[in-house]
């Protein structure tokens, strides 16, 4: 298929978010494209197809090996075989697909999703919902111009003992809660060093490299590891960290901060890795207080969080002036007294992924961004908490100030790093 010029998907667009605007009926079956199907676009096939209300009408991935992969899978699945894109903008461009699943490496989730947006499909976009601060605000925009859901798959947001537990922080079950902590203690192995070399036969390396600098191809800058290095990824904070920064916020009911610090560094492993494997940061708000902390290395547990079967220990602590509570995906537990004692606790099993899919099917249909349990205003600020954090350790550890009405610091060296230029023509716009 020819790939969609800038102009002729413009164009395109622009009929396209017109004629998107229909309510979807509870018998219709809403058409899906999966764009990047690699680790976690395969748990994105799996959910949608055991899903009656939804169709998987294509795939799209800058690997063709791995794309006809994905196709197969599809197809043992639902007896149906996807089309097959390799352009995003050719997907955006086809009028059959009312809604696209992005789980796109972390420097292609602002672009991806403003493109979709301007075609006038609906969204679900892994987490972190933007690459930089600059993106997330632009992301908001396209939703809100071009009239999309926009879900960010932060999907502890959908899990149900987790709502349970933030609405009995609300109620006061432990008092006025003053201290969140996230906690990303997962042991990650070292990724080494790898050689440049050429392109593998059917990879597209400049649409996968999109917005940011050309390099020589290295396996090491494609597929997972992508995620440890500041062109394309943001650290284990905004990886699986992310995830325990929204939970830590929602719970203690903030939003942007007044400050923050941030220190720590890559230790142990000689590696290609840029980004820290320990990070401590300081969220500062006044009359809260919000910790996070990842360890990447060998460490023990903290706070009766669920230790897993490898070792790591992933969840928060909320402290309030009656007790305290640790949450993580096991269920809840919360202690009052002194000493404390286990008062109430929840254990639970399940599948966020599908209810947080569940979720955004609702919304599409329903047409209300209100009703996303993570929309992109929602996840784009739990991602600017990563983001902040790793400016402050990347500019040396220093405290920032940051004025949270306008989104800024009165640094200039931090705000080029909320900013960063990008590779034409994987620009990010400016929608205001």
Request: glycine share 10%; with cysteine.
């Amino acid at each position: 298929m020819p790939s969609t010029t800038r102009r002729s998907f413009i164009q395109a667009s622009a009929f396209s978010a017109l004629s998107a605007s229909r309510v979807w009926g509870a018998n219709d079956r809403i058409n899906v494209a999966i764009v990047g199907v690699g680790g976690r676009g395969q748990a994105h096939i799996k959910a949608y197809a055991a899903r009656p209300d939804v169709n998987i009408y294509a795939l799209c991935d800058v690997d063709q090996a791995n794309l006809e992969r994905s196709q197969a899978h599809a197809r043992q699945l639902t007896g149906v075989t996807p089309k097959g894109f390799k352009e995003m903008r050719d997907v955006f461009a086809d009028k059959q697909v009312q809604a696209v699943s992005m789980p796109l490496p972390n420097h292609w989730h602002a672009l991806a999703t403003i493109w979709a947006c301007q075609a006038g499909k609906d969204v679900y976009v892994e987490k972190p919902a933007c690459h930089d601060p600059y993106e997330g605000r632009q992301m908001v925009a396209a939703a809100r111009r071009y009239g999309r859901m926009v879900q960010i798959g932060s999907q502890s947001r959908s899990a149900p003992h987790k709502i349970r537990a933030v609405q009995l922080l609300r109620e006061g079950v432990i008092g006025k809660v003053y201290l969140a902590k996230g906690l990303c203690f997962k042991r990650r192995k070292s990724i080494g060093h790898t050689p440049d070399e050429p392109v593998p036969p059917g990879v597209d390396w400049d649409r996968f490299r999109g917005p940011a600098p050309m390099i020589p191809f290295s396996k090491n800058h494609f597929l997972y590891n992508w995620h440890w290095f500041w062109d394309t990824g943001n650290g284990d904070i905004g990886n699986q960290g992310v995830h325990e920064m929204d939970i830590a916020r929602w719970g203690l009911d903030v939003g942007l901060p007044r400050s923050v610090v941030a220190s720590g560094g890559k230790y142990v492993y000689q590696d290609d890795q840029e980004t820290p494997n320990t990070l401590l940061a300081r969220f500062d708000y006044g009359d809260k207080e919000l910790v996070f902390e990842v360890r990447g290395l060998q460490t023990g547990g903290e706070g009766e969080l669920a230790t897993d079967s490898n070792g790591n220990v992933i969840g928060n602590l909320f402290y309030g002036d009656e007790g305290w509570m640790s949450l993580d995906g096991s269920g809840y537990r919360i202690f009052k007294g002194d000493p404390a004692k286990l008062i109430q606790s929840e254990k639970v099993k399940g599948d966020t992924l599908a209810e947080h899919l569940a979720n955004f099917v609702s919304a599409v249909r329903s047409r209300k961004y209100q009703d996303l349990h993570a929309d992109v205003d929602i996840g784009r600020i739990s991602a600017d908490l990563c983001h902040l954090a790793n400016i402050s350790y990347r500019l040396g550890g220093r405290q920032l100030t940051f004025d949270a009405q306008k989104e800024s610091f009165g640094d200039a060296e931090a705000h080029r790093l909320a900013h960063p230029s990008y590779r034409a023509p994987y620009t990010i716009p400016n929608l205001g």
